[in-house]
């Protein structure tokens, strides 16, 4: 088995040894169903489709991915188990990426549980299956972008408060980059190009996109690069801190 | 072998370690002394390939710690200070992932694990959280994590640090018992454990090396080695003080507490108990008590680190 085989392996038993996994699965269960009936008015809409379920997690994400992201490398860092990861003879990406795809898949796993809501929504109309399933990869990766940044925050500190509240922060920026609230402060001042960009950069214009059931190459690849790229800095945030 | 070539590290402006060369060869048990801060973990974290050197080489086994950090890494089992570890997971278990991780497949794991808990006994809590262990079952886990690919170079950080004086015992029969193929390096601030495990002892100041020798050798540099402290029943300490001033071999010689007096040879290895002996016997005094005294590690320790080495 390759060293990332091994790390994803134990990265991910870990969630299961204390309470954490439990807790979160149960929560983001419960949120996500209570905001689709609540809020989103699931029934009332009269409409086949789960608009009102996928429309909340990007805020539901906001908070609770930063809250599996905060441990993967605050905690090594309190405990001091970085020194020990990583003078094993592995290296850094494989440390970096076994962890990251750990969270990945433990967020997908939290995402399978929702089933019982596509199941139900199948059962009283005929909704369109590719838009919900394009929904699904699409709020995965959305996750994944999020953990990726939440992966970073947490190679920052040794604090899990503070990669917590660092990574809440951040994604807020990217779910809020495509809001007027964002936009109009930009707006008149910065040529269109720009603005255009700083609405391209959010994650809600992604994420819709995709939700409605066209997964375009585009979007894809901001999702894959945006992981990427926060995984690069989370390198370089271990290497340059590697001494505290 | 390891082959340390002007190894130094730099945080911001202030140099923790500061061009520190040295060869270490098979079956050396070698002892990093310092006090706090003097840069023997800093060393180590280096040594490790934890920490990148500001400038200058190390090698472990000829593998370059910079250019082939996992060759170098694969040869050397680490216990870093305090012994981290995943503390939620079983001993088992992160045996197995240690294991694992240091390329062991299939039956391999558990002969690894069963040999290596022979070695620190950690039997009777195989199947334990970590987290719920005594301190001293901790750093057995920590030492048998190190252990687990049989290494042939060993670097513990403080591995006696918070034990009690048994596990301290433990610990260091541990490390003698080591195959004489190994290289170990300990870095400790207990100077009895230098004396107890090492066959070389380094003194580690600001970052420098300040002595490199055996711990015997470098307790021969204590003031007091080879001195010899008496009381006669005939005669009071100011007395004695004079007759023993006037032998040739005599550096200085000084009053004790309860009467006696401690006589200070001018070299060492001069002949100053025949002479000293030769005066009682020539004039017929009676000797309460004598000691030769042997140098001890913490004056040649404190000299060394605090300035004004003899």
């Known amino acids: ?244 | 072998m390891i082959q340390v070539n002007q190894l130094t590290k730099q945080f911001g402006s202030s140099v923790v370690v500061n061009g520190l060369s040295f060869d270490v060869g098979a079956g050396a048990v070698l002892g990093f002394l310092g006090p706090n801060g003097a840069g023997k973990s800093t060393t180590m974290k280096m040594l490790t390939g934890f920490l990148l050197p500001s400038s200058g080489t190390a090698k472990i086994n000829g593998h370059d710690i910079q250019s082939e950090r996992q060759a170098a890494q694969a040869e050397i089992g680490y216990l870093p200070e305090g012994a981290p570890c995943y503390e939620e997971m079983t001993v088992y278990d992160f045996l197995r992932f240690i294991s694992e991780i240091r390329g062991f497949r299939g039956r391999e794991i558990a002969r690894s694990i069963d040999r290596v808990l022979e070695r620190v006994s950690l039997h009777s809590v195989l199947n334990q959280r970590i987290e719920t262990l005594s301190k001293g079952f901790k750093r057995r886990v920590g030492l048998a994590q190190a252990l687990i690919h049989d290494p042939r170079v060993l670097i513990l950080d403080e591995p006696t640090d918070g034990l009690d004086p048994n596990q301290k015992h433990q610990v260091r029969e541990m490390i003698r018992s080591l195959s004489d193929e190994k290289i170990v390096i300990i870095s400790t601030h207990i100077l009895e454990e230098v004396s107890a495990v090492c066959s070389r002892a380094m003194i580690i100041n600001k970052g420098e090396i300040v002595m490199d020798n055996s711990p015997e050798a470098l307790a021969e540099l204590a003031p007091e080695h080879e001195s010899i402290s008496l009381k006669v029943a005939d005669l009071g300490p100011q007395e004695l003080a004079d007759a023993l001033s006037q032998l040739p071999e005599t550096d200085r010689v000084t009053l004790d507490q309860g009467g006696g007096v401690t006589v200070f040879p001018k070299i060492i290895g001069s002949p100053l108990l025949g002479a000293v002996q030769a005066l009682l016997a020539a004039k017929h005094w009676r000797v309460d008590s004598m000691i030769q005294h042997r140098g001890q590690l913490d004056a040649v320790f404190r000299a060394a680190t605090e300035g004004g080495a003899r």
């Open chain 1, 1 to 244: 088995m390759s060293h990332l085989a091994v790390i994803f392996r134990r990265e991910f038993a870990s969630y299961f040894v204390t309470p954490v996994a439990y807790v979160f699965i149960l929560v983001f269960l419960v949120l996500s169903s209570a905001f689709t009936f609540y809020l989103g008015q699931f029934y009332e809409r009269g409409q086949a489709d789960l608009q009102p379920f996928f429309n909340f997690h990007p805020w539901l994400y906001l908070f609770l991915v930063p809250a599996v992201s905060m441990r993967l490398w605050s905690e090594e860092r309190k405990s001091g188990s970085i020194e020990l990861l990583l003078t094993l003879p592995i290296t850094l990406w494989e440390a970096i990426l076994g962890k990251f795809l750990a969270a990945w898949a433990f967020a997908g796993l939290a995402l399978i549980g929702t089933f019982p809501i596509w199941m139900t929504v199948a059962f009283l109309g005929e909704p369109d299956h590719g838009a919900i399933m394009g929904s699904y990869v699409g709020s995965w990766l959305m996750a994944g972008a999020f953990l990726a940044i939440g992966c970073c925050m947490s190679a920052l500190t040794k604090s899990q408060i503070i990669a917590f509240i660092l990574s809440g922060t951040a994604c807020l920026m990217f779910v809020l980059a495509g809001f007027p609230l964002v936009l109009n402060f930009f707006e008149g001042w910065v040529p269109v190009m720009i603005l255009d960009l700083i609405a391209g950069l959010s994650v809600i214009t992604h994420f819709t996109s995709i939700s409605k059931g066209v997964v375009a190459l585009t979007d894809l690849i901001y999702f894959v690069s945006m992981i990427l790229l926060w995984l690069f800095f989370t390198r370089l945030m271990l290497i340059m801190k590697s001494a505290d």
